[in-house]
């Protein structure tokens, strides 16, 4: 299982989640060049593994173990695997 950045991280894209990350699997980050067209940040569904570090960085609680993600967001479990399908 992955964790799942939702709704709450559209438009604030705060990078403390990328900072803590030890496997690199939040992008896109600051220093990338589609890192200000892109609406949020997304989490790569196959390489997270499943440590929560991220959950207690994200300042609007858009982060969630894909099993906790609240029912009107499991929507983002796709958007996260369809960023990484094409910009990954």
Known sequence: ???IIAEPCIGT?????VEVCPVDCIHP???ETDAGDAEQLYIDPDT??????CVDECPVQA????????EEWTK???????????NG
């Open 1 to 3: 299982m992955a964790h």
């Open 48 to 53: 997270c593994i499943d440590c929560g570090l």
């Open 76 to 86: 983002y479990i796709q958007i996260n695997a369809d960023w990484y399908k094409n």
């Open 29 to 31: 980050t600051t220093d």
């Open 13 to 17: 894209k705060d990078t403390a989640c």
């Open 63 to 70: 982060i969630y173990p894909e099993e906790d993600l609240p």
